[in-house]
């Protein structure tokens, strides 16, 4: 997939839904969804900036204004995007403003990036509805979909290539724990 590529719609043509989502460092939310029976493609980029083909380096700055994110392609009959939703709200904490844990800065925002009125519609009423379950209000953005810039080859895939990496082992393995555990009847089938 080449570099400014747009995704305005929900479909690929191929039977399956785009789903776009960013909570945090992407390399969490790729290892979660990779895992995820039902997610057939998942790529890590960058979306909801200003800056065209922005780079991992000028992300970092926070001056883009762009987000790290995955685009998930999923087969909505195995995985809905609700269920997406349901799994995006547990393995991230979307009442910190512009944070994960240690990840601070605008591109670390919990934010979904809706294809159509559909998921906007879905994506609102789930933050009503997890709202209950937590003592702080939830920031989540709720916007449309924007111009989608895949992130460098390195970032692709990161947990998997990386496991002992320390960021690896004391961030992204207690969420792919975690959704193992929440979630066992949607873990454990890696597909691509």
């Not at 403003?97 to 294809?115: A, E, P």
């Not at 009423?125 to 460098?152: C, D, K, R, W």
């Not at 959704?179 to 454990?188: I, Q, S, V, Y």
Request: charged content about 15%; some cysteine; glycine content about 10%.
């Amino acid at each position: 997939m080449e570099p400014n590529t747009a995704f305005s719609g929900s479909s690929t043509g191929t039977g399956r839904s785009v789903a776009i989502l960013g909570g945090g460092c992407f390399w969490c939310l790729d290892a979660v969804f990779r895992d995820a029976r039902g997610v057939f493609a998942c790529l890590s980029g960058y979306m909801g900036g200003t800056v065209p083909d922005p780079t991992y380096q000028m992300v970092c700055t926070g001056k883009t204004g762009h987000a790290e994110v995955v685009r998930l392609e999923f087969d909505p009959q195995i995985l809905s995007f609700k269920t997406i939703l349901e799994i995006f709200f547990t393995i991230h904490d979307p009442t910190t403003l512009n944070r994960q844990g240690h990840d601070t800065g605008t591109q670390y925002r919990s934010v979904i990036f809706t294809t159509g009125p559909e998921q906007e519609a879905e994506a609102r009423q789930m933050i009503g509805e997890v709202a209950n379950h937590f003592s702080s209000p939830v920031v989540t953005q709720v916007l449309p979909a924007s111009t989608f810039y895949p992130a460098e080859h390195y970032h692709q895939d990161y947990f998997a290539q990386n496991t002992g990496q320390p960021y690896c082992q004391a961030v992204v393995r207690p969420k792919v724990d975690k959704f193992r555990h929440l979630f066992p009847e949607r873990a454990g089938q890696k597909t691509f």
